[in-house]
């Protein structure tokens, strides 16, 4: 053909090409797909080595969200994974939240904006030392509940809520299959060991959640995590801190890790834990080169227990030694060294995806994975399983020096570009500085509640404090009467009588006319506590009055429907004249939550409605005290 014929009859051509190459890509985003294979997740036909972190939006505020994704970006990550939290989108029936640190849809628009991808994991039950594990309260009194089995109440509810969060997404235009970011679901949640416990019922619900969840047609595959028989085609997963062994219940599905743990949670009263990020690196590498290709850190950022979210005895700080901590900032040299790692893996991928591994022994305690592709692509990973000893191996007529307990990545099967072990990054550990001289300190005492309050209530027994309180606060007064007779032998031989409560948590502080007679408290083991001391009483009317205090309700376990808190009872007084006094079945008042909470002194704008106490008034052992600090500019 002519050339000047060519050149015209392209240029004749040209804009129709343009507007057809148009129409096609607009078609593409259209038409996404998101599958998989035994080898891994398939995006628009091509297999990923998907590289994932947890960032639950709850946890940090809405300002922080594209600084916290950029730098996950940044780390090498490609999903950003989030739980759904069921209470705080429904705090009562049928009343729907979804603004602030709740704005689900916001979150994961940020999270596009970056061009990284989502993995939602709807649950909705989702422990994440969460508050009742992410459950609504009200839920636990709907008529003849049973929690996460095969019970109509709860099925009919757990839908209804799924329902509503795929149809937001859906309208969004959120999943993959619609040209957004959200590429994964998750149903149910490390729902195998509860299974395992209730049997029959238990397989049942797996069974009915996955159905339920397939008919939502979201276009994207479900996932289940610690679900050994999650029906076809669900997806099961692996959660924990090695995952290396673990393998599917279908050869057709790929071999993925939701939660690699990186570090743990901060309980009360215990320490902080901490996960070195050569071990972190090391199981990530061990599960990549036994077949794995998706990796999920939890958490990636952990953020912050705001107001009464956090569960059972968990602290208000979620840093969980996260490769972003929890105010933001990179927490090296985890993070730093989790990022080189992800670029080594990357350089991989072809190879990775291109099939199986082949596995050779290079000694007692050393391996190499080798991955090829028919392209010629290919990638090796030399282990040494030793935790002690360094060693020297031979491949590929090279020898290679491999740390103790550490991988090596050679993306071309020759040249080492990572090793779990070697730390290349630079590390900068951040230092607290005590500043107490740039604050002011003030305080307020709350008062002991007293019967008479025109916001207490009146109750023959004892009640359990949740359903008194559906969980609108952490505490509940329970005050009672006590006549004592002017001829009781205690009151003359000065052998005071002896005040048992059990209660089935999580502290307690009582007081005796006011005055403050004694604290316990339980703990993330066991929440159930016991008050037993001698008090002091006298002739006539004794007023005892109980502060129950929930620390936050437990967010893992079985029947949710049957978790009390609170003073159950019984409650004796022993070593009186006609021996012991059952107090539990006499009238008893209930007030709901301090003083300080309904004025809202948490808030700049409830802390101006009452009046401080400063410098040498700043009373320092009296109980149930608040306290205010201001900065000094």
């Not at 019984?570 to 004249?577: E, Q």
Request: neutral net charge; hydrophobic residues 35%.
């Amino acid at each position: 053909m002519d050339m000047g014929f060519r050149v015209f009859w392209w240029n004749m051509l040209r804009p129709d090409i343009f507007k057809l190459l148009l129409l096609f890509s607009l078609v593409c985003c259209a038409a996404a797909s998101v599958t998989y294979d035994h080898r891994a997740i398939v995006i628009n036909g091509q297999r990923r080595i998907l590289i994932s972190g947890s960032i639950h939006y709850p946890r940090s505020t809405p300002e922080m969200w594209p600084d916290l994704i950029q730098k996950a970006k940044a780390g090498g990550l490609d999903v950003i994974q989030t739980y759904v939290f069921w209470n705080g989108h429904e705090p009562s029936p049928g009343n729907y939240y979804f603004e602030d640190r709740y704005d689900l849809v916001k979150f994961i628009k940020v999270v596009q904006q970056a061009g990284l991808y989502v993995h939602l994991r709807i649950g909705p039950y989702v422990c994440a030392e969460w508050n009742f594990g992410g459950f609504p309260v009200w839920l636990k009194y709907v008529p003849g509940i049973a929690f996460r089995t095969d019970n109509g109440p709860f099925k009919a509810a757990m839908q209804k809520f799924t329902e509503k969060i795929v149809s937001m997404m859906k309208a969004e235009k959120l999943f993959e299959t619609q040209g957004g970011p959200i590429i994964l679901s998750q149903i149910e949640n490390e729902y195998g060991p509860v299974e395992w416990e209730i049997g029959a019922p238990g397989k049942a619900y797996t069974k009915w959640a996955a159905q339920m969840a397939l008919g939502l047609d979201t276009g994207v595959p479900w996932v289940m995590c610690k679900q050994e028989d999650a029906p076809d085609p669900v997806i099961d997963t692996c959660n924990g801190f090695y995952c290396e062994n673990f393998k599917p219940n279908n050869d057709n599905k790929p071999k993925m890790w939701t939660e690699n743990w990186t570090g743990w949670y901060t309980e009360f009263g215990g320490a902080v834990p901490h996960r070195p990020a050569e071990d972190l690196a090391f199981s990530v590498v061990r599960f990549i080169q036994n077949g794995g290709s998706f990796v999920n850190y939890y958490m990636y950022h952990g953020g912050t227990n705001f107001g009464r979210t956090a569960g059972g005895f968990i602290a208000t700080s979620y840093d969980y030694d996260a490769p972003i901590d929890e105010f933001g900032l990179p927490n090296d040299p985890k993070w730093g060294h989790l990022r080189d790692l992800h670029k080594a893996i990357k350089l991989c991928e072809s190879a990775l995806v291109s099939g199986d591994p082949t596995v050779n022994s290079l000694g007692d305690n050393q391996e190499a994975h080798v991955f090829k592709s028919k392209s010629g692509a290919c990638a090796a990973f030399l282990a040494n399983y030793d935790t002690k000893s360094s060693t020297k191996v031979s491949f590929g007529n090279a020898q290679y020096d491999l740390p103790p307990w550490s991988i090596s990545i050679l993306p071309d099967c020759k040249a080492v570009v990572f090793n779990t072990a070697r730390l290349g990054a630079q590390s900068s550990q951040m230092k607290m500085t005590p500043v107490n001289s740039a604050f002011s300190w003030e305080s307020y005492n709350e008062e002991t509640a007293s019967a008479d309050d025109d916001d207490s209530t009146a109750r023959n027994g004892l009640w359990e404090q949740v359903y008194v309180t559906r969980d609108a606060t952490d505490y509940l007064w329970y005050m009672t009467d006590v006549q004592i007779d002017s001829n009781e032998g205690f009151l003359k031989n000065g052998q005071s009588p002896l005040l048992t409560i059990f209660s089935a948590g999580h502290a307690l502080h009582v007081f005796i006319n006011g005055q403050l007679s004694g604290t316990v408290y339980g703990g993330l083991d066991n929440p159930k506590l016991t008050f037993s001391d001698v008090v002091k009483l006298t002739a006539g009317v004794n007023k005892i009055s109980l502060l129950s205090v929930a620390v936050g309700l437990p967010n893992v376990g079985l029947h949710f429907e049957t978790w009390n808190a609170g003073v159950l009872g019984p409650v004796t007084l022993k070593g009186l004249n006609e021996g012991t006094r059952d107090l539990s079945k006499q009238k008893w008042s209930y007030k709901i939550g301090l003083k300080g909470e309904s004025s809202s002194l948490h808030t700049v704008s409830g802390s101006t409605s009452v009046d401080w106490m400063k410098g040498s008034l700043l009373a320092t052992k009296q109980p149930l005290k608040w306290y205010k600090s201001t900065r000094r500019q």
